[in-house]
């Protein structure tokens, strides 16, 4: 496993988190904590939009690889970096390379699930999938601008 825990930003001005973890639900929901407590660390507090908006990114992609990328006995692998300018980008990676995500709306409007892609095509700013570096299998990638705001998805009381 390879981990780089919350390190300091390098004198280029990029910072990287990269972990494995288990390609269970258990697995991406701690993917998504210390995704959104590593963004903590880097300047984004748990309460800002950056961070709201990458950790449910990363619940996306994550609950995707445990679902539709798993392969019994590997794990999947989260990486996060900040780039020179103050763009964010995550990749999730999973050893299933011939199972794709495509956006497709889903077929019951009423389905607890098939939204996730929507979301991410909603939230980042870019998104895309390529091979894994280093081994079989895909890399879904989305980054974000640190400064940049969200689309409108208020939900309002009524």
Do not use: Q
């Amino acid at each position: 496993m390879y981990t780089t825990p919350f390190p300091l930003p390098s004198p280029t001005g990029t910072s990287e988190f990269a972990m494995s973890f288990t390609s269970t639900p258990r697995g991406a929901r701690l993917a998504r904590l210390f995704v959104a407590h590593c963004l903590d660390a880097w300047g984004h507090p748990y309460d800002s939009k950056v961070n709201e908006t990458l950790t449910l990114i990363t619940a996306e992609l994550c609950a995707n690889a445990v679902r539709h990328g798993r392969v019994p006995g590997r794990d999947f692998h989260v990486r996060l970096t900040t780039e020179a300018g103050g763009a964010l980008r995550l990749e999730v990676s999973d050893t299933r390379g011939e199972r794709r995500p495509a956006v497709v709306p889903p077929a019951d409007p009423d389905a607890e699930s098939g939204r996730g892609l929507l979301l991410v095509t909603a939230l980042a700013d870019e998104w895309g999938v390529m091979e894994r570096r280093g081994g079989p299998g895909k890399t879904v990638w989305a980054s974000l601008k640190a400064g940049r705001r969200p689309a409108e998805t208020t939900v309002t009381d009524r």
